[in-house]
């Protein structure tokens, strides 16, 4: 039994701005299932959208991610973050993050759906800074203890305690080295543990994004909304040895063209705001010149940018495309969409707030109004900085409660298996089918496949995890049915295209747009 004030799972951006904003007389747990830099905030390229330039204004930032979030966005939340902007990207900036800067100033650029240049960023490998120098602050705080290489199994719920209640007490957690499940008790829990693009065959996300957070709450009985907005990035790496490696989108906001094998410029034949339309338009447009000619991807080309521009502004890029034979400032890159970020979540306030008390969600894993259907670019790390504060002072004002005893995590009924191989095979079946049908553009009857597929694969993993010891794989794969299942659900409840979802039975807007909100 460990005991601590708040548990927080997950390390990403979130994650660690809510441990580090959190007073120093509280015990804080943060358990990551791999290690401390394994997250999509550690991967994230392209920066934070935040007001700091003269020629830009709150209203224009509220006004470009109302555009881009297609009449879903809450406007109250919207306006919340985009205000609290400039006091987070300062507090970050205090607590080391090296941001580029230009003359006297940080130097801002330019990414799809912005109209004005307001995101900062440290090259072309924001996130790996700004994790690097809150990871250093993490160390020399005693009251933050990082659990690595353990994963969340189940919410310790009033329910699990065999109580009436909507409470949250914990985790129990799996050591994945030992092999034992743990019982980490807390008065507040959150839920920091990102998307999950690993649903499908090809995603920008690492291995670590299984949906854990949006499954364990809805389990927990927390609500969850508009998972059918699933952001395809127009833009990753097309090569056979390239693992999701992601091309920015800020690489279009510098003046990268998007082409065809024989140089022909396709975008602007879809959208008036040609390379700099939103992601969705992009991916859209990508995906429908590659089926209609048989191609395996398109081509970026920022080639009439001076070479010392391209290296000064992507080294990062230029140097793995490097590795792999393409010289950037000499070659088109290839590229095509893959999955990259999860726009719904669970439901939360303006406190990071779930449904269940005691138990917060913060980051990709939360849905919170900002992104509507569409998440405009580099608004996501600004979230996560905006929710982790207030999070982290809902907490502390709540203070410290008394300490509550849960019972240990029972395995006397369970016993070993060698499940390797189905496991290996369900997921990858999931990745595949959930790609082919509740991919970019989709249909009532590719919907109802997944689903039926679905149905079975629940029925297997159910057996699984019922008479089996757990293991990091099988809280994966059941994590990710579960969440697949409710993104196939919203799916189906969406009778337009709108934003993100675009189906080909219903593809006009409905006059009222409406939340997609499943309750357990």
């Known amino acids: 039994m460990r005991q601590h004030d708040v548990l927080i799972i997950g390390s990403g951006l979130a994650a660690l701005t809510l441990a580090l904003s959190l007073p120093e007389n509280m015990r804080v747990a943060l358990v990551t299932k791999k290690a401390a830099a394994d997250s999509s905030s550690y991967w994230a390229q392209g920066g934070i959208a935040a007001v700091l330039g003269s020629d830009d204004s709150f209203d224009e930032h509220v006004r470009d991610t ?72 993490l160390s020399r705080r005693p009251n933050l203890t990082l659990y690595t290489q353990h994963i969340a199994v189940d919410l310790i719920t009033d329910r699990r305690l065999g109580r009436d209640g909507r409470r949250v007490h914990g985790a129990y957690v799996l050591d994945t080295a030992s092999g034992r499940v743990g019982t980490f008790q807390a008065n507040a829990t959150v839920l920091a543990t990102g998307g999950a693009g690993k649903a499908f065959l090809y995603t920008t996300n690492p291995d670590t994004a299984t949906g854990d957070g949006i499954a364990m709450a809805w389990r927990a009985g927390c609500r969850v909304a508009n998972l059918e907005f699933v952001q395809f990035h127009p833009t990753c790496l097309y090569h056979p040895h390239a693992k999701s490696f992601l091309i920015t989108e800020a690489m279009r906001g510098e003046g990268a063209l998007l082409r065809l094998p024989d140089g022909t410029r396709f975008m602007p034949e879809h959208d008036e705001r ?31 940018k001076p070479a010392k521009f391209i290296v000064g502004h992507f080294p990062t890029i230029h140097a793995r495309c490097l590795e792999l034979g393409i010289d950037i400032t000499r070659e088109w890159i290839p590229v095509a969409p893959a999955a990259h970020y999860t726009c719904g979540g669970v439901l939360v306030d303006r406190d990071g707030q779930t449904d269940a008390e005691g138990l917060y969600a913060i980051g990709e894993t939360a849905c ?27 907490i502390a004002a709540a203070g410290i409660r008394p300490e509550e005893t849960v019972p240990p995590w029972d395995e006397s009924r369970v016993t070993d298996a060698d499940e390797e191989i189905v496991i290996a095979h369900n997921w990858h079946e999931l990745r595949r089918f959930m790609w082919d049908y509740v991919g970019i553009v989709r249909t009532t009857k590719r919907l109802e496949r997944a689903a039926h597929r679905l149905a079975l694969l629940n029925e297997e993993i159910f057996e699984y995890y019922s ?18 299942d409710l993104i196939v659900r919203c799916a ?6 709108r934003g993100l979802h ?17 309750i357990p």
């Open 502 to 518: 675009f189906s080909r039975n219903y593809p006009d807007l409905l006059a009222e747009p409406a939340n997609t909100i499943l």
């Open 368 to 394: 919170t109004g900002l992104h509507g259907a569409n998440r405009l670019a580099s608004n996501s790390l600004l979230e996560c900085l905006v929710y982790g504060r207030a999070a982290a002072a809902h």
């Open 274 to 304: 040609a390379e700099l339309a939103p992601r969705d338009v992009v991916a859209r447009a990508i995906d429908f010149e590659m089926k209609k000619r048989g191609l395996d991807c398109v081509y970026l080309d920022i080639t009439h």
């Open 467 to 484: 008479n089996f010891r757990v293991s990091n794989d099988l809280i994966e794969l059941r994590n990710l049915v579960l969440t697949a």
């Open 66 to 137: 109302l555009v881009a979030g297609a009449g879903l966005c809450d406007e109250a939340a919207v306006r919340h973050v985009v205000e609290s902007a400039p006091a987070a990207v300062n507090w970050l900036i205090g607590q080391g993050a090296p941001f580029d800067v230009e003359g006297a100033a940080y130097h801002l650029t330019r990414e799809g759906g912005h109209s004005r240049r307001r995101v900062l960023h440290a090259a072309d490998a924001t996130g790996k800074a700004v994790q690097d120098a809150l990871l250093a602050r």
């Open 492 to 497: 189906r409840a969406r009778l337009e295209s």
